[in-house]
T-cell receptor
Framework: NAGVTQTPKFQVLKTGQSMTLQCAQD?????MSWYRQDPGMGLRLIHY???????DQGEVPNGYNVSRSTTEDFPLRLLSAAPSQTSVYFC???????????FGSGTQLSVL | DQQVKQNSPSLSVQEGRISILNCDYT??????FLWYKKYPAEGPTFLIS?????DKNEDGRFTVFLNKSAKHLSLHIVPSQPGDSAVYFC??????????????FGTGTRLQVTL
């Protein structure tokens, strides 16, 4: 049972570099989302998707892009990394609009 | 503006005793509340939830209480076990938005269960 898989687990970037955080789920869930966790801030919603081809912004979307071309994958793109994007990123999925979220194990990102 | 608040960053409880974790919210539109548990280097996992039409929900050793008038909920763990040592997040959502993804999380409480 893979569930929600995030890669990489750790990443160090220089300011201005771009990268994509990968997220894949094998549970055929329609709903997927990205959160970031910062000390003293809890988890905050970046972007979410209610199905393939449909995405929307969450609470802190600036500096991030997403797309959802398949049900399984929901990558998060950082176009020009900034130190303020140093955080732990969690991808989550759920089977329906009012179901609990299943989280991946996270990607720890440092931007120098 | 923190709409979901967990004012205790940490809590230490002896094994076998009751653990009580508290959560306050400010948005009266929230009508569904969840607790997630997180171990180091892992993602959060769902623990228990409660709808605003209830004031209590129980699942084994875990009970969540909701006081809507006070905008307060609490998670009780009885009896506490060393394996319960983790960070606990309270989360809330507005149920009729049609998506489970839009959760608002608190800042978390680190529970340490000692022998």
């Amino acid at each position: 049972n893979a569930g929600v898989t995030q890669t990489p687990k750790f990443q160090v970037l220089k300011t201005g570099q771009s990268m994509t955080l990968q997220c894949a789920q094998d549970m055929n869930h329609e709903y997927m989302s990205w959160y970031r966790q910062d000390p003293g801030m809890g988890l905050r919603l970046i972007h979410y998707s209610v199905g393939a081809g449909i995405t929307d912004q969450g609470e802190v979307p600036n500096g991030y892009n997403v797309s959802r071309s398949t049900t399984e994958d929901f990558p998060l793109r950082l176009l020009s990394a900034a130190p303020s994007q140093t955080s732990v990123y969690f991808c989550a999925s759920s089977p329906g609009p009012n179901e609990k979220l299943f989280f991946g194990s996270g990607t720890q990102l440092s931007v120098l | 503006d923190q709409q979901v608040k967990q004012n205790s960053p940490s809590l230490s409880v002896q094994e076998g005793r009751i653990s009580i974790l508290n959560c306050d919210y400010t948005n009266s539109m929230f009508d569904y509340f969840l607790w997630y548990k997180k171990y180091p280097a892992e993602g959060p996992t769902f623990l228990i939830s409660i709808s605003s039409i209830k004031d209590k929900n129980e699942d084994g050793r875990f009970t969540v209480f909701l006081n809507k008038s006070a905008k307060h909920l609490s998670l009780h763990i009885v009896p506490s076990q060393p394996g319960d040592s983790a960070v606990y997040f309270c989360a809330a959502r507005i149920g009729n938005t049609g998506t489970a993804s839009k959760l608002t999380f608190g800042t978390g409480t680190r529970l340490q269960v000692t022998l």
